[in-house]
Nanobody
Framework: QVQLVESGGGLVQAGGSLRLSCAAS????????MGWFRQAPGKEREFVAG????????YYADSVKGRFTISRDNAKNTVYLQMNNLKPEDTAVYYC???????????????????WGQGTQVTVSS
């Protein structure tokens, strides 16, 4: 019943920007930490950014710090990932995910997340 739907991916040139959105179903969205992960071909899924249930705390992978910003609008059941100064190495399928358990801290491990969206492709050309 819990569904996460990502959107906003696309093809951009290096240095460009994209804003990803993840729309979540359910009435308890605000009770869960959320995360963005990405997976490039042939590579393991990796943590990109996370946000606490209230949006008060955010976490970023070193590779995206200073370039990406995660945010959420609990009234709209939506989490966002603003991606600026994109690099070719950012090319991947991006997934949003809901943390297992209500009112628990953000973690960087995929196995700590229970529900996943279908992913949205981000391609950054040189």
């Amino acid at each position: 019943q819990v569904q996460l739907v990502e959107s906003g991916g696309g093809l951009v040139q290096a240095g460009g920007s994209l804003r990803l959105s993840c729309a979540a179903s359910g009435r308890t969205f605000s009770s869960y930490s959320m995360g963005w992960f990405r997976q490039a071909p042939g590579k393991e899924r990796e943590f990109v950014a996370g946000i606490s249930r209230s949006g008060g705390r955010t976490y970023y992978a070193d590779s995206v710090k200073g370039r990406f910003t995660i945010s959420r609008d609990n009234a709209k059941n939506t989490v966002y990932l603003q991606m600026n100064n994109l690099k070719p190495e950012d090319t991947a399928v991006y997934y949003c995910a809901r943390r297992k358990g209500a009112n628990v801290v953000v973690t960087t491990h995929p196995h700590d997340y229970e529900y996943w969206g279908q992913g949205t492709q981000v391609t950054v050309s040189s």
